[in-house]
């Protein structure tokens, strides 16, 4: 039996998803949050030594790191959709895309929310200087990192209605997470193909599925 180790509010929201568009079979355990800090409970180490989500259970596989598992779902219980063929140019686009999902767009807006939480956690003593320096890297490098990015996915659906081409793919959801991210943090800024791609992928039968197995998800809109 396939098993989703899924935390609320998580990049695995985007397994749950892939899953109902694949029509598989699986089981959810849902782990929360610590209320305070915002961490992964320590039961997740017991399924992997990170303690992280998403992860998946499969037989004796143990399989982490989301663009790990969607490669891995569709190897296992694909038929051939939501991949481009071998050899095409959507192909490759949708090998950058998906990649670029965790690689390029999620490590600023981490480190946007990071800045944030140092705000409100550091000592009344430091606050001031906190809030400075956060703002200071906000203007200088992550406020304009994102905006570069977010300009740089509004053009490329200036091509296609999906990332990969005409068709809609896994690159889509992988890209689900951190655009839903940007949208729900700093917005679009009129970036009407992304807020347009947005709604598209939020009217999704299996998308509506996955938020019905997934419980509570901050980011659905």
């Known amino acids: 039996m396939l098993v989703v180790h899924h935390l609320e509010n998580s990049r695995s929201q985007r397994v749950l998803w892939l899953l109902e568009e694949l029509a ?3 089981e959810v355990k849902r782990y929360e949050r610590d209320p305070k800090t915002q961490l992964a409970p320590p039961e997740l180490k017991a399924v992997h030594p990170l303690g992280k989500s998403p992860v998946i259970s499969h037989g004796e596989r143990v399989v982490a790191e989301t663009g790990a598992i969607v490669t891995y779902l569709l190897d296992n219980f694909g038929t051939g959709q939501f991949i481009p063929a071998a050899g095409t140019e959507e192909r490759l686009r949708y090998t950058y895309w998906l990649h670029f999902a965790e690689g390029s767009a999620m490590p600023p807006l981490v480190m946007t929310l990071l800045f944030s939480e140092v705000q409100k956690r550091s000592p009344a003593l430091i606050r001031p200087l ?3 320096i956060a703002g200071t890297v906000q ?3 992550l406020g304009p990192t994102i905006s570069a990015q977010l300009d740089f996915c509004e053009a490329d659906l200036g091509r296609s209605a999906w990332f990969a081409g005409d068709d809609f793919t896994a690159a889509d959801i992988m890209m689900s997470f951190p655009l839903e991210a940007a949208e729900s943090r700093i917005g679009f800024g009129g970036r009407a193909r992304l807020a347009d791609w ?4 939020h009217a999704r039968p299996a998308y509506q599925a996955a938020l019905q197995k997934g419980g509570p998800y901050a ?3």
């Open 24 to 26: 598989a079979t699986y």
């Open 198 to 201: 947005l709604a598209r992928i």
């Open 139 to 141: 203007k200088s490098y």
């Open 219 to 221: 980011f659905a809109g």
């Open 130 to 132: 906190a809030k400075a």
